[in-house]
């Protein structure tokens, strides 16, 4: 029996004591002990209570943290990406606004217009489209009622456009104002000068006047505007007089030219 | 001992603050399987009415539960099987839901049965290399 229950009078005894003590405690009549023990243990579960609240607070806020930075490297990425496509419906509305403005300047009807992109600056303007789109070296691109240049070189798809200002560039045009008009030819010089050259000492020019295409070498369609007059050079022992000519906006602000295909 | 009642007084404090699992119950089964002594009973007494003390429960209450426990552990501890250390985790999930006699709290019971074996091998680990005995006298 020993064996089978060990220390059998011992745990009698003590199951006798805990009745004991679960009786006076129903009847209350420990309170008088517990209350001073209460003084004791009370601040000591607050202490523990309060420090393990601190240290899940702290917890909470390394985690808060870990996924705070990758909610906001997520949201980052997401930045760059609205920032892309918001670049790109710039892009398209200024291209659909050219159009428009395109349509409205020269005719669609009389002008098949080839809308091209430019895709780089340097001597020629390079563009998006080739001979595949239809491009041909000596075609015209234009800009609203603006001359921007002549394609020079093609290939399947790219081209380069010889702009006013090039040297190579020779285009036949006439300023005009209410006093009259001045014909002349329009040479390109070295940076981003032109020089309107062989007007006639007669010939009515003067500064800020808008200098328009003659149209006489037949890929160009007569009356687009080629610049505007910044320098008149009038030289008694020269037979011709001069215009310094600067185009009416930066080629660089442009998002879509066109060439008048047919 | 001493050292004893001061985890089990610390736990007590812990279980009935912020970690709500019966750790110092565990401790006393985990005690009561390896060894079977007096100072069991005493302790499960004991921490019995601390916990009751500090859960606001009704005085010997819990001393009640933890001396059955206690005594029950001491009783499986005799038999033969019982030097198995794996075995204190069938043991400790039967004699928790006993002790809780409420099956919603099985995966609570589950948890910490498991965790039973760790705190069987700490105390037993504790009893034999941290505990002085009293010296052996040899007959001459």
Redesign the interface.
């Known amino acids: 029996m020993t ?5 059998l009078k ?2 009698i005894f ?2 006798i ?10 009847l209350q009549v ?1 309170n008088l002990i ?1 209350k001073p ?1 209460f003084y004791i ?1 009370n601040p ?2 607050f202490g ?2 309060q420090t ?1 609240q601190n240290l899940s607070r702290q917890f909470y806020f390394v985690f808060e943290a870990r996924f705070a930075a990758q909610e906001n490297k997520a949201l980052k990425q997401q930045l760059v990406q609205l920032l892309s496509e918001n670049a790109q419906l710039r892009k398209n509305l200024a291209e659909t606004e050219s159009l428009l403005s395109q349509a409205s300047h020269l005719d669609p009807r009389t002008y098949n217009l080839l809308p091209v992109r430019p895709i780089g600056l340097g001597r020629y303007l390079k563009i998006d489209k080739g001979s595949s789109s239809g491009v041909k070296v000596g075609q015209a691109a234009v800009y609203n009622d603006n001359y921007v240049g002549k394609i020079t070189a093609v290939s399947q798809n790219a081209s380069n456009i010889q702009l006013l200002t090039d040297p190579d560039s020779k285009v036949a045009a006439f300023s005009q104002n209410l006093e009259g008009k001045a014909k002349g030819v329009l040479v390109g010089q070295f940076g981003t000068e032109i020089l309107m050259d062989k007007i006639l000492h007669e010939e009515q020019i003067a500064v800020s006047d808008l200098v328009y295409s003659e149209g006489t070498e037949g890929f160009l369609p007569r009356g687009l505007i080629l610049g505007r007059v910044s320098q008149i050079m009038d030289r008694e022992n020269e037979t011709f007089k001069q215009a310094k000519v600067e185009p009416v906006f930066d080629i660089r602000d442009l998002d879509l030219v066109f060439v008048i295909v047919e | 001992m001493k050292t004893l009642i001061l985890i089990l007084i610390v736990i007590a ?2 279980e ?3 970690l709500p699992l019966n750790l110092g119950l565990l401790i006393l089964i985990c005690r009561s399987y390896i060894k ?3 100072k069991n ?2 302790l ?2 004991g921490f ?2 601390l916990i009751s ?2 859960n606001l429960s ?4 819990l ?2 539960k933890y ?1 059955g426990l206690v ?1 029950l552990t ?2 499986l501890s ?1 038999s033969p099987l019982a030097g198995r250390s794996i075995l204190i985790i069938p043991i400790s999930f039967v004699l928790l839901l006993f002790y809780h006699h409420n099956l919603q709290v099985v995966p609570k019971v589950i948890i910490e049965s498991l965790l039973s074996l760790p705190i069987l091998y700490f105390v037993k680990l504790w009893e034999e290399r941290f505990i002085v005995r009293k010296e052996i006298k040899l007959r001459v």
Not at chain 1, 3 to 7: G, S
Not at chain 2, 58 to 61: N, T
Request: aromatic letters at 12%.
């Open positions: 064996k089978l229950l060990p220390n011992l745990f003590l199951i004591l805990s009745f004991l003590i679960l009786g006076l405690d129903s420990l517990k023990i243990t000591i579960s523990l209570y393990q | 404090f812990i009935t603050t912020i079977t002594e007096d009973l005493y499960a007494f019995g009415l003390f500090l009704p005085l010997g209450l001393s009640l001396l005594q001491q009783m005799t």
